[in-house]
């Protein structure tokens, strides 16, 4: 279940587990040494102690003073405070023999006795005692026992006159113990409550380029999102590179997408052209045979009026159906004169009186400065043609703005409005015949546009968004007057 988690949350997770993992660790490392610190120090203060009452007692063991070794073993005790945690629980005195010399609770200990009898621990004390060499200080710890000893021989003049013997409870240095390891908890509770937010913290900033990725990249099987629409993370390390590889890739696709609806939109457009020449060819032969027919029928007399009307109505359908047919079969093999300057300002004279009716504001900018090698009358018909198609998408009081200049190698024919705009949706069927419907009655203007421009070999592209409308025509001019 945790792999199929988010990185939003996998890395604030997987730090909030170390951050813990090694509070506890320092924790406790931390707790374990105050423990050692503790029982090191209880055993130095208990060992200096021993070494003092060692001392202190020889004289009066020497004379076999037993109410002062009483007294001595005993003065720690009175002189104890109730703060001080370091106090023995029992002391006592074994003489040579390991037998009772004098203890501060008599009762449990009497004189003379075995102490092994009030308790087993003094088993192991006894042996320890028989291993012990020197007069230092021994710390016997009994397996199993609550309680821990502090043996010292108590030597005059090398001589062995009995055993000093500090009993210590095991849970005497707890409390100090208790006290270091809740502060230490509550520290270490302090450091978790400050680090944990600021690890989910930056967990989901190191995460939010990876998931914001992943959300444009989920997009990709559906839509290729704009570059507007992307804010990658940027930066030089391994996801900024990824976040560069997926914009080049993003943009790669695009390229392929527009390459490929190029070419099914060519394709489509030449199969149209295809069908509609075969069929206009097919269409052309009993056409002309219908208006022969008509021509000698004229030619004889007949009085008929309704024969006439008859005869004329027939002649003006048959005559529309030859315009539309001659609109399907644009042919460029025809020579005409090279485009001049002229000829685009006569453009402009020729849709000025339509422009007028309709009161649309006209921005004409016509920067070609010599006479190209480009059929005139072709070129023409592609800007009257785009001027038209502009003018009836234009509101009333609307604007119009045609811009003719050349550059390099090409003539570029631009023409845009402020009406309404054109949907996606349409632009794929845009220059396709009898779609419009709306250009010389039969929607062929663009159509025709298309075939122009395509035996000139040159490019049409439609730019289109709320309030702008731009048609873009460019046309390469041939080297040999370019």
């Known amino acids: 279940m945790f792999r199929n988690l988010s990185f939003r949350h996998k890395i604030p997770l997987r730090g909030s587990v170390l951050i813990i993992c090694t509070a506890l660790v320092v924790t406790a490392s931390l707790m374990f040494r105050a423990y050692e610190d503790l029982k090191h120090d209880l055993l130095q203060n208990a060992g200096s102690m021993g070494?003092?009452?060692?001392?202190?007692?020889?004289?009066?063991?020497?004379?076999?003073?037993?109410?002062?070794?009483?007294?001595?073993?005993?003065?720690?005790f009175q002189a104890s405070t109730k703060a001080n945690t370091n106090q023995a629980d029992e002391i006592m005195i074994l003489d040579a023999k390991q037998q009772i010399y004098v203890s501060t609770h008599p009762k449990q200990y009497p004189m003379l006795s075995d102490p092994a009898h009030a308790n087993p621990d003094h088993v192991f004390?006894?042996?320890?005692?028989?291993e012990s060499r020197g007069s230092e200080p021994t710390v016997v710890e009994p397996v199993g026992s609550g309680k821990f000893y502090i043996v010292t021989p108590i030597v005059s003049d090398g001589a062995p006159l009995g055993t000093l013997v500090m009993e210590y409870s095991r849970s005497m240095f707890l409390p100090r113990f208790?006290?270091?390891?809740?502060?230490?908890?509550?520290?270490?509770?302090?450091?978790?409550?400050?680090?944990?937010?600021?690890?989910?913290?930056?967990?989901?900033?190191?995460?939010?380029?990876?998931t914001q990725l992943a959300a444009y990249m989920d997009k990709i099987g559906?839509?290729?999102?704009?570059?507007?629409?992307?804010?990658?993370?940027?930066?030089?390390d391994e996801i900024g590179q990824v976040g560069v590889a997926f914009k080049r890739m993003l943009g790669e696709l695009k390229e392929k997408e527009s390459l490929e609806r190029q070419i099914f939109f060519s394709e489509r457009l030449a199969a149209v052209g295809r069908l509609?020449?075969?069929?206009?060819?097919?269409?052309?032969?009993?056409?002309?045979?219908?208006?022969?027919?008509?021509?000698?029928f004229k030619k004889h007399d007949n009085n008929d009026p309704q024969t006439l009307k008859t005869i004329a109505l027939l002649e003006r359908g048959l005559l529309q159906i030859k315009d539309t047919i001659a609109a399907l079969l644009v042919e460029a093999k025809f020579q005409s004169h090279p485009l001049s300057v002229q000829d685009i300002e006569d453009t402009r004279t020729l849709v000025l009186s339509d422009i007028h009716q309709k009161a649309v504001d006209l921005a004409w900018e016509n920067d070609m400065l010599d006479t190209l090698p480009l059929p005139s009358t072709l070129v023409r018909q592609i800007l009257i043609n785009l001027l038209l198609n502009a003018l009836h998408a234009a509101e009333y009081h609307g604007h119009l703005r045609c811009h003719i200049y050349r550059d390099s190698s090409h003539l570029i024919l631009s023409v845009e409005n402020d009406g309404k705009h054109i949907t996606n949706e349409q632009l794929d069927y845009l220059f396709e015949p009898f779609v419009t419907g709306q250009e010389n009655g039969h929607g062929l203007g663009l159509w025709v546009t298309y075939q122009i421009v395509q035996q000139l070999k040159g490019e049409i592209s439609v730019k289109s968004q709320p309030g702008e409308t731009r048609f873009i025509v460019s046309l390469p001019i041939p080297d040999t007057l370019a």
């Open 178 to 210: 208790y006290d270091i390891a809740r502060r230490a908890v509550a520290i270490t509770l302090l450091a978790l409550a400050a680090l944990l937010p600021m690890s989910w913290y930056w967990g989901w900033r190191m995460a939010a380029p990876l």
């Open 276 to 296: 509609a020449a075969g069929i206009a060819h097919e269409i052309n032969n009993p056409l002309g045979g219908m208006l022969n027919a008509i021509s000698t």
């Open 51 to 76: 070494r003092v009452l060692a001392h202190t007692l020889t004289p009066a063991i020497l004379h076999d003073d037993v109410w002062r070794t009483y007294e001595i073993i005993n003065s720690p």
């Open 125 to 130: 004390l006894q042996q320890a005692i028989v």
């Open 222 to 236: 559906q839509t290729l999102p704009d570059d507007s629409e992307l804010q990658l993370y940027q930066s030089r």
